[in-house]
Structure formats: structure tokens, C-alpha cells
């Protein structure tokens, strides 16, 4: 079995981290965190298709991700629905830009929100995972390839 | 003058509007649309002087809503924002007729550079 080109930690870290920068502020750093089992409220994917097979997901918990939308959206009180949007948005722009660094031409999804843990697909593999904290709390990216037959 | 910010995510497109304020473009009127499908009939309807359009959305796509405006005889100058920023996705922006494509995630002066051409030249 043989697993196909998948991203490097550095360049997931480093994409994961810019979009943190850009959307949410460098006063908070997004720092690295030990693998922890993380109390997911919130979770979202993308997927690949093409010349690269692959899913790329966000998983927070639930205050992290109304933070992460008060931010985003510049807002106190967040709505369900905003806390949805804000949690795929972040997931689109981290798909988008592992797509960018994997072979192509392929088509990125739409994301996929969960309350709670978003499936992945039985015949991927966690190839990178990322886990992180910011403002104490934990929180964890992964990308999945699909496992050649 | 009159700008379209068109993303499936309302939460991406007041970043939009909240970058366009940063990167120095306060006074313009911004019109919002959820779709690429939207999009056509507020180019239509409103008479934008740009778009700013996400790539990926539902109903229809930012490369489809650029390709029907052109097909129409639309000449609006039309911009990606766009979490896509691969070679091969600027290079199908360009031949579509897109002016500059933005990548997600992007600073304020990303934006003047892209913009200053359109709404300062």
C-alpha cells in the first residue's frame, strides 16, 4: 500500500498560522500544543479531488469557536450559524492553501461544519496533524489522504 | 463609486468590507450577494463599478459568474478573493478576464495593490 504526496508539518504549520495572524490578530500567537483529547464543539472539512485525493479538517471546542467568530465577525454575541460560517471559513482558506501546495488540477469543496466531530471517509489516513493552542485552549488540524487500494 | 462583494460566507465578506475600510476604500457603497447567480443579477440590477468575488461557492461558481458576465457583454472590472492562489488558478482567473485575483488569507495592502489600478487609476 502506498500513500500518495502528502504536505509537509512545516508548510501546514505555516499556512495554519498565517490565516490565524491575518484573521484573528498576532496579540494572541498560535502556539504548538501537545496532542491532547480535545473536547471538540465544533468541527469542519474540505476535501480535494483531483490529481491529489484529500480532506483537510478544523477541530475547536465549543468556546474557542465562538471566540474565533466574535473576532472574525467583530462582534460580542455570535449566532449558531455565525459560529458555522466562521468555523468553515477558516477551514477554506486552510484547504485552499494545502490544494495550492499539491499537485493539480483538482477541485476544492465546499466545507462540511459539524457541532461536534465531522466524519472522515474509512478509506483515508491522517497524514499531518497539527496541534496547536491558542489563548490556552487546544485545538487540532489534520490532513487526510485517501489510501491507495 | 459602487462595489460587489459577492462570497458565499457572510462572515468572509464583512472581512471584505472591514479590508476594503483598512486598506483605505471607505467611501464607496458595497452591495453584497451570496452566489455567483446573485452576483448576475446585482450587475445587473446595480451597475457595480467592481466585483470582488470568492471562487468556491454554491449555485454558482465565481469562475462561472465571471464567465456568464462576459458572455452577456459585461465589461465590470471583476477580481478573485479566493482561498485558491495556485499557479493554475490565476492563470484560469486571467484567461477569464479577471483583473487580479487576492488570496485568502490577505493583509490590507494586498488589497490597495490589487485595487489601486481599478478605483484610484
Known amino acids: 500500500m502506498t500513500i500518495t504526496v502528502e504536505p509537509s508539518y512545516d508548510d501546514v504549520q505555516m499556512l495554519v498560522d498565517e490565516v490565524w495572524t491575518s484573521f484573528l490578530g498576532s496579540e494572541e500567537p498560535l502556539l504548538p500544543g501537545a496532542p491532547t483529547d480535545l473536547a471538540v464543539g465544533w468541527s469542519a472539512a474540505v476535501t480535494v479531488s483531483g490529481e491529489w485525493h484529500g480532506m483537510v479538517s478544523v477541530e475547536l471546542p465549543t468556546g474557542l469557536a465562538e471566540e474565533v467568530t466574535r473576532r472574525m465577525l467583530m462582534v460580542e454575541e455570535t449566532l449558531d450559524e455565525d459560529v458555522a460560517d466562521a468555523v468553515g471559513e477558516l477551514v477554506n482558506m486552510i484547504g485552499g492553501n494545502v490544494k495550492s501546495l499539491m499537485p493539480g488540477p483538482s477541485v476544492l469543496s465546499l466545507p462540511v461544519v459539524a457541532a461536534g466531530r465531522v466524519a472522515r471517509p474509512s478509506d483515508s489516513v491522517e497524514v499531518c496533524r497539527l496541534d496547536a493552542s491558542w489563548a490556552g485552549t487546544p485545538l487540532l488540524v489534520s490532513v487526510y489522504v485517501r489510501k491507495d487500494a | ?121
Do not use: C
Open chain 2, 1 to 121: 463609486m459602487k462595489i460587489l462583494v459577492a462570497d458565499d460566507s457572510r462572515v468572509m465578506r464583512q472581512i471584505v468590507i472591514r479590508t476594503l475600510r483598512q486598506a483605505g476604500y471607505s467611501g464607496h457603497e458595497v452591495i453584497e450577494a451570496e452566489n455567483g447567480k446573485e452576483g448576475l443579477d446585482l450587475v445587473r440590477s446595480e451597475a457595480p463599478d467592481l466585483v470582488l468575488s470568492d471562487w468556491n461557492m454554491p449555485e454558482m461558481t465565481g469562475i462561472d459568474f465571471l464567465s456568464a458576465l462576459r458572455s452577456s457583454g459585461s465589461t465590470v472590472p471583476f477580481g478573485f478573493v479566493t482561498s485558491e492562489g495556485s499557479a493554475d488558478m490565476r492563470a484560469r482567473a486571467e484567461a477569464g478576464g479577471a483583473l487580479f485575483l487576492i488570496a485568502k488569507p490577505f493583509t490590507p495592502e494586498a488589497f490597495d495593490e490589487a485595487l489601486a489600478p481599478v478605483l484610484k487609476g
